[in-house]
C-alpha cells in the first residue's frame, strides 16, 4: 500500500512540475525565428514598409524577424498561407487595404475569410495617395480639377492603376464629394501612369505618393493632394483633402500587422506591446517618412474599426459602380 501511495505521490508531483513547465514555456514569447510573410513583390511600398517593420521588431524581441516575399493575386496568395500557419506566433504578415478590403470584394474565390481567419494585430503605416499632374499642366491645385469638371462634365480625364484600386475609389468619392463627373481611364499598373500624365495621355492621375515622391521632388509633376489629415513631412507643400473641406472617408494605403487566427492571448498580448514599441521608435519613424508615408499606429480594436468603415465605404462604391468580382 505504502509503495502504491509513493508512486501516486511521484505521479502527482511530476503532473505539477510538468504543468508548471509548460506554463512557464507558453509564457516565454517568442523563443526563434518569426516569419514575416509580405504578399506583394520585392522592391514594392509593402516590401520595403515590411521590411523596415522587421527589423525593428527584431531589435524589440530579441529574435530574428525574417521577411518571406509570397505575391500574387492582390496579395491573396501570401494571405491564404498565413491562415493555414501554426496559430503559434511565428508566422505573421504584413500587408495592405488592397488584400483585407478590396480583394475580397474585387475578387471571386478567395479561399478564406479576412475579418474570421487572421488576427488583427495592429496597423503601423498610413501611405496617403493623390491626385498629380505634369507640370506645365493649367491645374495647380485640387480645386482647379474641380472647377474645370464642374464647367466640363466628363471630359477631365484621369488615370489610375486600375478598377477597383484604392486610387480609383478615392476619386470616386471625392467625384461625390464635389458634385462633378470625371472620365476613368484605368491602367493596368501604377507604373504606368507617370509616363502617361507626363505624356499628356490623361489630364492627372492618382496613386500612391511613395511611389511619386522622387518625381514630385525633381519637379517633372506636381501632387495636388493626399488623402489622410496631416501633411507629410517629405512633401509638406501639399494640402491633405481635409484642409480644402473634403473630409470624407477615403481609402488610404495603410499598413497593418496579421496572424492566424486563434493565436494564444499572451502571444497576441507581446506582438502589440512590441509593435507598440517599434511605432515610437525615433529610427523606424525616420525611415517611415523617407518613403512618403507616416507612423499611425492602432490598436486591434481601433484597427478593426478602422478596417470595417474601410469595407463599407469600398463596398457602397462596388455597389454604385456595379462593379463584378474578377474570376
Known amino acids: 500500500m505504502k509503495k502504491v501511495l509513493v508512486f501516486l505521490n511521484c505521479i502527482f508531483f511530476l503532473a505539477i512540475f510538468l504543468g508548471a513547465f509548460s506554463l512557464h514555456a507558453q509564457?516565454?514569447?517568442?523563443?526563434?525565428?518569426?516569419?514575416?510573410?509580405?504578399?506583394?513583390?520585392a522592391g514594392g511600398f509593402t516590401d520595403i514598409a515590411g521590411r523596415v517593420f522587421a527589423d525593428e521588431l527584431s531589435r524589440v524581441l530579441k529574435v530574428p524577424v525574417v521577411p518571406v516575399n509570397k505575391a500574387g493575386a492582390s496579395g491573396t496568395v501570401g494571405a491564404a498561407y498565413v491562415v493555414k500557419a501554426k496559430k503559434d506566433g511565428y508566422t505573421l504578415m504584413v500587408t495592405t487595404l488592397s488584400t483585407i478590403v478590396l480583394a475580397p470584394l474585387m475578387l471571386e474565390g478567395i479561399p478564406y475569410d479576412t475579418e474570421k481567419d487572421l488576427t488583427f494585430i495592429c496597423k503601423i503605416i498610413d501611405a496617403p495617395s493623390g491626385p498629380f499632374v505634369r507640370m506645365n499642366s493649367p491645374f495647380m491645385k485640387i480645386e482647379d480639377v474641380i472647377e474645370n469638371a464642374r464647367k466640363n462634365p466628363g471630359k477631365v480625364s484621369y488615370g489610375t492603376a486600375g478598377t477597383g484600386s484604392d486610387s480609383h475609389f478615392n476619386i470616386e468619392i471625392l467625384q461625390d464629394a464635389a458634385k462633378i463627373k470625371l472620365k476613368h481611364v484605368p491602367f493596368k499598373g501604377g507604373g504606368e501612369l507617370p509616363p502617361a500624365v507626363m505624356g499628356g495621355h490623361v489630364d492627372f492621375a492618382s496613386t500612391v505618393v511613395t511611389s511619386l515622391l522622387p518625381l514630385h521632388i525633381a519637379k517633372e509633376i506636381r501632387i495636388l493632394a493626399i488623402t489622410g489629415k496631416k501633411r507629410l513631412v517629405s512633401i509638406p507643400e501639399v494640402p491633405t483633402y481635409f484642409e480644402r473641406g473634403y473630409t470624407q472617408n477615403y481609402l488610404s494605403n495603410w499598413v497593418g500587422i496579421f496572424a492566424p487566427a486563434g493565436i494564444p492571448k499572451l502571444v497576441l498580448d507581446e506582438l502589440t506591446s512590441a509593435s507598440g514599441k517599434v511605432s515610437k521608435s525615433i529610427d523606424f519613424i525616420s525611415r517611415v517618412e523617407k518613403t512618403a508615408s507616416v507612423v499611425d499606429y492602432q490598436g486591434l480594436v481601433e484597427f478593426k474599426?478602422?478596417?470595417?468603415?474601410?469595407?463599407?465605404?469600398?463596398?457602397?462604391?462596388?455597389?454604385k459602380l456595379g462593379l463584378s468580382p474578377k474570376k
Open 27 to 41: 509564457e516565454r514569447y517568442p523563443t526563434s525565428q518569426i516569419e514575416l510573410i509580405i504578399p506583394w513583390a
Open 305 to 319: 474599426k478602422q478596417v470595417e468603415r474601410d469595407i463599407e465605404t469600398a463596398a457602397d462604391i462596388v455597389k
